[in-house]
């Protein structure tokens, strides 16, 4: 019995010792300086590019300003902050209309900002965007 008892010490101890260095892969998926998608969202109205830009039942993504913007079969835009919900990280590949995160795997609709594959839960947050003077301005009003 000893020996048994011991293993299982054993066991904690290196489940212990691991810990630590599982958080580190965690910091390093962040986003870049730590912010959130609060602070990677635009604050205020960007204009993001001619309105042209995105095609009906298409979607565009504005790297420079996470931002994604697509646009229904009846002309309507919708824009959503492409900082992924599960980590905080940008997201740089939009397949179609389907954003891909490069931390993790996550998958948002870009029509809908839904996610539709895990490891995040939460969609996407969605932004205002409209369309004056033949272009695109995502973000808050002034």
């Known amino acids: 019995m000893p020996a048994r008892s011991s293993a299982t010490r054993r066991t904690v101890l290196r489940g212990a010792a691991a810990a630590p260095v599982a958080g580190l892969g965690l910091a390093a998926c962040s986003a870049p300086g730590g912010s959130g998608s ?3 969202a635009p604050t205020a109205p960007v204009d993001l590019g001619a ?12 790297r420079d300003h996470n931002v994604v913007v697509s646009r229904a079969e009846d002309g309507t835009l919708k824009a959503y902050s492409t900082i992924c919900t599960h980590a905080g990280c940008p997201i740089n590949k939009l397949r179609g209309t389907t954003l891909v995160c490069p931390c993790h795997g996550s998958e948002f609709d870009a029509v809908t900002g839904k996610v539709v594959q895990a490891p995040a839960t939460e969609p996407l947050t969605e932004l205002p965007v409209k369309a004056a003077k033949g272009r695109i301005v995502a973000g808050p009003a002034d």
């Open 38 to 40: 609060a602070a990677a």
């Open 51 to 62: 309105e042209s830009e995105v095609a009906k039942g298409g979607a565009k993504l504005y």
